[in-house]
């Protein structure tokens, strides 16, 4: 029983096929890395690590990471423009606290990141979608929303978008920053996927804004370029936002978010090894998108449709208006098959004729036949 | 200026003895222990603890951990009684996140762990605080001020109290268990020096009582056993609670709050070094305690008195009633000494002839000469 109680209900080994997880393979999880940054780090005697860190993160940490983002991000980053967190889970949590009352407005994208949805309901707040178009958040929408709504924030995942893999445009996340200082809401970007591009290079973050002043609190993670379980994560964001994270109670009581695997990352990042495992992963997950998308193309009947991602981790496969892919997924599990239903990633109950695929998890071999099976669970749908 | 920037503020090598820190000691870190935590992980190649682990952590870690406070405890623990979290700063946030809305009143020990009413600040509640007496919480006091109340939670340091050093009794215990009870609030006991025990053992912890039914959530962290910068803690409540903890949207985003550095705990204590270290850490901290102590008899002034803690971090010296520690701390700087204000630690505005002093962060040669400078400060002011 404790070995099925390990980590999440997903398991490479098992018949089914559930294209619906959306993390890692785990022969894509780094332990060899990590070992050797282990090895890097341990003579070191750093018992500054096992302290109380200071609030912002350790600075020769952040120093690192700095580094590491600043040709990746394309403009100039130093220590002080990262606060460290233990990922971009906790750093929505805190910036939900630290930003928001609830009852608050958080407008989020038509469809958007579904455990997001379950964390702002955590904290009491409103949600409101705006819709997505192949560049973007439907900023036309948005601006009329604005006309008789008054958001705290704006959630977005902008490049390669869970669900979607839609990536906002360079002029419209230039817009979206004019209407935020416009109407006094934050922009919390959520980039964890900026680093993952296999097919085209995305328009710079959202966090290159930052240094001009827009009110962006932009969000990245190891999760998805090294590991998920080593918690570390960062927020780029003008002082001002940057000061209320490190000055909050949390912080303040707790120290830094995650000191001793800050230095592990460090050694990675210094050693270059979590370079070389983003290289690699990049490889990998190319290779898995290019094999699901194209067993997509031959498996799936007509009326089904997707947009070629060009990185992070998913698919998004739009079905017949009339149909329910909740009403179909019985009938998938009998298959030996899965996915995410569209419905989840909904804040206004719609995309229910929608399902999220991810190429993340299985391997190539399983991609195919995943899509295989999914193929002729809809060709026989009633 | 990195450097400066690493840890906290604190050095042990400075000139200044600031008996306010509250931490441990740089010498105690247990840096060879975690390397010999890591050679015993690492060639495990336990993937699991990189992925997204369980919401409630990992199970084999907190079968570990069960059988390590089972007998500390004094009751039996399994792994399905322990969430894991990232300390007990990182628990109680999220406590407040889910059991708590902006408004509600938090009652508090006056006077109480000042870094939680920043915690509480951040989220809006209202605090007020019940006297402590001997023997804990003014329980009389506390039940008039049921009568015209509604607390949403009750937060109190049961053993060795933050800053008072001060341990709640076997039947208060009960009676407060009872008092929740009745009134319907929780009882969130912060438990993190329960077992630093030096010379008297303490009643058994309020997460005791939760076999009992009782609404009760009981904080435990590694910080001070082991050390804080590994960011792991755990809560023990009765299932309802650990449920709504481990189903957060938090939790089913992030996945387990320190999956890595659960593995490495978990081989500390399969490898018995974090019990050692453990052991270590109360004979050392046990004969700081008698150093400070003994030096406070002897260089305090008249007019000044403290009890005599028998665990945990912490003295707290109560001075004339008119004094104020806050017009003495110039003095007392410039004399390389230092404390906490005692009126950081009171929700009400009091507290202010008090300071708090630990006997954690200095060596004893230190504590002393630390204890001579403050006699010698209290001496001469005005």
Chains 1, 2 share one sequence.
Not at 141 to 160: G, N, Q, R
Not at 325 to 349: C, I, M, N, R
Not at 355 to 381: C, H, I, P, T, W
Request: charged share 20%.
């Amino acid at each position: 029983m404790l070995q099925a109680m390990r980590t999440s209900q997903f398991d490479q080994s098992m018949t089914r096929l559930d294209l619906g997880v959306g993390q890692p393979g785990f022969d894509l999880l780094p332990w060899d890395k990590l070992a050797q940054a282990a090895a890097h780090l341990l003579p070191q005697n750093d018992t500054a690590l096992l302290n109380y860190g200071l609030e912002a993160g350790d600075a020769f940490f952040r120093q690192e990471l700095a580094a590491f983002l600043t040709p990746r991000y394309g403009y100039d980053l130093t220590a002080v423009d990262l606060f460290i967190t233990a990922g971009a889970s906790s750093a929505l949590d805190l910036i939900c606290t630290l930003f928001t009352q609830p009852g608050d407005l958080v407008l989020v994208e038509e469809p958007t990141y579904f455990l997001a949805l379950r964390l702002f309901a955590d904290h009491g707040l409103r949600v409101r979608g705006v819709p997505l178009e192949k560049d973007g958040l439907n900023l036309a929408v948005l601006e009329e929303l604005l006309y008789e709504e008054k958001p705290a924030l704006l959630y977005t995942v902008p490049t390669f978008q869970n669900p979607t893999g839609i990536t906002l445009s360079a002029t419209k996340r230039r817009k979206l920053a004019e209407l935020a200082e416009a109407h006094g809401f934050l922009i919390v970007a959520d980039e964890v996927y900026h680093l993952l591009d296999y097919t085209a290079v995305p328009p710079a973050p959202l966090a290159a804004l930052v240094p001009e002043g827009a009110p962006v609190l932009s969000i990245g993670s190891f999760s998805k370029i090294f590991a998920p379980g080593v918690r570390l994560g960062w927020v780029t964001a003008g002082s001002r936002y940057l000061e209320k994270l490190a000055g909050s109670g949390l912080l303040d009581s707790g120290g830094g978010l995650n000191p001793f695997m800050s230095g592990l990352l460090r050694s990675a990042l210094q050693t270059g090894l979590a370079q070389a495992h983003l290289a690699w992963l990049k490889e990998v997950y190319g290779r898995r998108t290019a094999v699901l998308t194209a067993a997509l193309r031959e498996f799936l009947p007509a009326g089904f449709a997707f947009d070629q991602p060009e990185g992070g981790f998913f698919v998004w496969v739009r079905g017949p208006e009339e149909m329910d892919t909740a009403v179909l997924l019985p009938a998938a599990h009998s298959a030996e098959v899965g996915y995410q239903l569209g419905h989840k990633f909904s804040a206004a109950g719609g995309q229910a004729n929608c399902m999220r695929l991810s190429f993340a998890f299985y391997k190539e071999e399983s991609l195919r036949e995943g899509a295989r099976r999914l193929g002729r669970v809809l060709d026989n749908r009633a």
